[in-house]
């Protein structure tokens, strides 16, 4: 595309977000004819699989525990879908649902490839918005690795871990990994789920390396991803653990009288037991190399949808209610919406099965979903501002996967706060200077951080946001919901610290020189690195003195294509004596 082309593209773009965001405004504050409002404010608690001995939740390996996938959405009384209230941010933003590769790869945290349509099936197929399916670019769904010719830069998801680089605070294991977006196509039968809708930028200049012929720069039909996925208005951060998550819904004024019922849908990966259990696919050829790589058996037991039933009347209010059990199950392939039975084969255990949400005291007695109506405060829209804006103070603490933030809840010059809104996008790299101007009109479609809870006004509260990616700027931005809609954003600019390198799993420079650590020649290479080391004294000392040189050494490597090539010069003996020894192995 000629640069006159490309610039009068951005400019059409970019009025195009600023319409739609506005479009969004508007529809979150409808026009109340009596200028009030009721609210209906739902509850929940998600529960982990694993905790210690002092009862607080702890990350297992053996066990990882992502965090579950919920949607909350609304019915009429005859099942007909009014409204969704909110997805987690996997599907709604990222997605997973709709994503190149076989449904059955193996996982990991925000690992790039297979497409999970067992997430959210009740409401991905009730709420009855088909897109069209993402499949490789290549066409090879089931290979794990081995597209990096058909990739482009990552700017979320990460390359498969090994079990041992799978910590709680999750950061990718390398940050310039390139993964395979995917085409749309038509030929494939309609996905209910979004593509991801988080790639905002495309102005920066994508390098191509010369390990993959030259090429590495394919986004695929990426660009139009954004467009097409609408649900960026109700993405959520995943729901923190030991936390009561509240959501509220402001009833549309003109939602007719009659009855309606609450919908919430939960799953979770690597919740299996002995009659949901699976194991990942695995193409054969990447058995030698890559079985160490990605989380076997993450698909388990199906979704599990709960209800609540509530009548809208003009001159009543909804009492609170809770429910403790689930009214069905989802369809464990995901090719369906229908619900199935809750019987024995679901378990109950903490985090899992029904145990993915607690059992907690509510406005309608003990239960794991919990609705009541609330009142909003008499205001008159017609006359009242909204909020006014919240005041992000200038005392940040960035390290290299969080930044800590402090801000002042809104004042009483403004209407009244009702939550707040906490959104997070890396910066363009085009414009990631600390004084670049920010792209505003971008923000409804930033990822959805954890949201402050709304307290005094003028009060101070600190926010931390985590797993982030080290060296990296991120704009933040920060907004207030009132009962006449949401005040501006107040955005801030921070850049996350460089991450101190400890562990040796990687073969770092090997990596710089071939360009993914997914490279068959880089894991023979640290394969026969740790063979070594098991064995001998002085290559486990070798092997911490490379730990702390190869990281400086290996940033200049992978910044010139002739240092690169020489370096594979030099690793491809090492290679092929490697190849010589597996093959007399076996």
């Keep these: 595309m000629k640069p006159g082309c490309r610039r009068r593209f951005r400019c059409l773009a970019a009025a195009f977000i600023v319409a739609w965001a506005a479009a969004i405004v508007c529809r979150s504050a409808p026009a109340f004819a009596d200028g009030g409002c009721r609210l209906l404010q739902y509850s929940f608690e998600p529960d982990c699989l694993v905790r210690n001995a002092a009862g607080a939740c702890q990350f297992d390996r053996a066990r990882p525990d992502l965090g579950p996938q919920i949607a909350v959405w609304i019915e009429d009384g005859q099942g007909a879908f009014v409204d969704t209230l909110m997805v987690t941010n996997a599907v709604a933003l990222y997605g997973i649902g709709n994503r190149p590769g076989r449904w059955d790869l193996r996982s990991g945290p925000r690992f790039p490839y297979g497409r999970r349509p067992m997430a959210l099936p009740v409401w991905a197929h009730r709420r009855g918005t088909p897109y069209q399916a993402v499949v490789m670019n290549d066409g090879l769904e089931g290979w794990m690795t081995f597209h990096e010719t058909i990739s482009s830069p990552e700017p979320y998801f990460c390359r498969p871990m090994e079990r041992s680089e799978v910590v709680d605070a ?68 995943t729901p923190l653990y030991d936390q009561t998550f509240t959501g509220a819904w402001r009833m549309p004024s003109r939602l007719p009288d009659g009855d309606y019922a609450l919908m919430l849908e939960v799953s979770k990966e690597f919740d ?94 003990m239960g794991r979903v919990h609705l009541v109506e609330t009142s909003c405060p008499p205001i008159d829209c017609a006359t009242a501002p909204a909020p006014e804006a919240p005041r992000i103070e200038p005392t940040m603490k960035a390290e290299a996967t969080s930044v800590a933030l402090t801000f002042r809840q809104s004042t009483d010059e403004g209407g009244p706060v009702i939550a707040y809104e906490l959104r997070r996008a890396p910066a363009p790299l085009d414009r990631a200077h600390p004084y670049a101007p920010l792209d505003v009109t971008s923000f409804p479609r930033w990822a959805a951080a954890p949201a402050p809870p709304a307290l005094a006004p003028g009060m101070l509260t600190d926010v931390t946001l985590t797993g982030l990616e080290p060296q990296t700027t991120y704009d933040i931005g920060l907004r207030a919901e009132g009962t006449c809609g949401w005040s501006a954003p107040t955005f801030v600019r921070v850049t996350t ?90």
């Excluded at 199950?329 to 229908?338: E, K, L, V």
């Design 272 to 365: 299996s037991n002995a009659s949901f259990s699976h194991v990942s696919y695995l193409e054969p050829h990447e058995v030698q190399y890559f079985s160490d790589f990605g989380l076997d058996g993450n698909i388990g037991q199906p979704s599990l949808v709960y209800r609540l039933p509530f009548h809208v009347a003009a001159n009543g209010a909804i009492a609170g209610l809770s429910t403790l059990s689930a009214i069905g199950a989802g369809d464990w392939t995901g090719d369906t919406g229908d619900l199935l039975p809750v019987d024995s084969t679901i378990s109950d255990g903490p985090g899992s099965g029904q145990g993915r949400l607690r059992v907690a005291d509510g406005p309608g007695g």
């Design 170 to 237: 999750v950061t990718c294991a390398s940050g310039t990994f390139r993964d395979a977006k995917g085409l749309l196509d038509r030929s494939q039968p309609p996905s209910y789920y979004p593509p991801r809708g988080d790639l905002i930028d495309w102005a920066d200049a994508c390098v191509p390396r010369i390990s993959s012929s030259g090429n590495s720069c394919d986004y695929g039909d990426a660009p139009k991803f954004g467009v097409l996925n609408d649900l960026d208005a109700v993405a959520t951060a």
């Design 497 to 586: 610290l460089q991450q101190t390198y400890t562990k040796l799993s990687g073969c770092v420079i090997a990596t710089a020189a071939y360009g993914s650590d997914l490279e068959p020649d880089v894991a023979l290479l640290r394969r026969q690195r740790d063979w070594l080391a098991s064995r001998s004294g002085m290559a486990r000392l070798a092997a911490l003195l490379y730990g702390d040189t190869a990281p400086p050494l290996a940033a200049l490597i992978s910044q010139s294509d002739v240092a690169r090539a020489v370096v594979r010069s030099v690793l491809r003996p090492m290679v092929a004596l490697d190849v010589a020894a597996s093959g007399a192995a076996h």
